[in-house]
C-alpha cells in the first residue's frame, strides 16, 4: 500500500502559510484548495483573505460571475465598513463586466448603504469610472449585444447631460446596426431606452 503525504491548507494557517502553499500551483488548482480551505470554516480574516484571493484568479480568468460572488463573500466576512463597501463595490463591477446589470444594480446598492453621504459620492463616482472604462473596452471589442445593456445603463445613471447625448447616438447607431428599429423608435421619440 502506498501512503501519500500531501500536505493541505489547514484552518489554522496564517496568509503567509497560505499563499506559500498555493505558490507554483495553477489557477484551478488553487481555486479548488481555497475552495476546499473554505470549507474548514477558518476565522473570518482567513475567509475574507481566500475569498478576495479567489477573486483575484476569477477576475484574471475573465469568470465575472464568479468573481462578484467571491467578493460579496469577502464583503459579508469584512468586518471593517470601509472594507465592506469596496468588497460590495467589486462585485458590483465584476457583474457590470460580465454584463448582468440587475446583479450589478443590487450589489452597488449594498455598498452605498455601508457609507455616509461622502462615502456615497466616492464609490458612485468610481462606479461610474469603472463603467466609463468598460463601455471603451466593450467598444474596442466591438461587442454590440453587450454595449447595448451598458448604453441603456449608463442613460439611466447621474451623468451630465452632454454625456447622456453622446451616449443615445452611440446607442442609436448600434440599434441600427442591429436592426432594432423598434428601440430605435422609442429612443428618438422619448429620450428614455
Do not use: C, W
Not at 473554505?38 to 473570518?44: A, D, E, G, N, T
Not at 460579496?72 to 462585485?91: D, G, M, P
Request: proline share 2%; charged share 40%.
Amino acid at each position: 500500500m502506498i501512503s501519500f503525504s500531501m500536505s493541505l491548507l489547514d484552518k489554522n494557517m496564517h496568509k503567509q502559510d497560505v499563499e506559500k502553499f498555493l505558490e507554483g500551483k495553477g489557477d484551478y488548482i488553487q481555486v479548488d484548495h481555497l475552495e476546499r480551505y473554505l470549507k474548514l470554516m477558518p476565522p473570518i480574516e482567513m475567509r475574507k483573505f481566500a475569498y478576495l484571493k479567489l477573486a483575484q484568479i476569477y477576475l484574471n480568468k475573465e469568470m465575472y460571475s464568479s468573481a462578484a460572488e467571491a467578493f460579496k463573500n469577502a464583503a459579508v466576512n469584512s468586518v471593517i465598513f470601509r472594507e465592506k463597501q469596496e468588497n460590495f463595490l467589486n462585485e458590483a463591477k465584476a457583474y457590470v463586466s460580465e454584463g448582468k446589470i440587475d446583479e450589478s444594480d443590487k450589489a452597488l446598492k449594498k455598498a452605498l448603504d455601508e457609507g455616509n453621504k461622502q462615502e456615497k459620492e466616492a464609490l458612485y463616482s468610481e462606479f461610474l469610472k469603472f463603467f466609463r472604462s468598460e463601455i471603451e473596452k466593450r467598444e474596442k471589442q466591438n461587442k454590440p449585444g453587450h454595449l447595448i445593456k451598458l448604453y441603456e445603463k449608463f442613460l439611466r445613471l447621474k451623468v451630465e447631460e452632454p454625456e447622456k447625448e453622446e451616449t443615445k447616438e452611440k446607442l442609436l447607431k448600434v440599434y441600427d446596426k442591429l436592426g432594432k428599429v423598434k428601440e430605435a423608435r422609442i429612443l428618438r421619440e422619448t429620450g428614455k431606452a
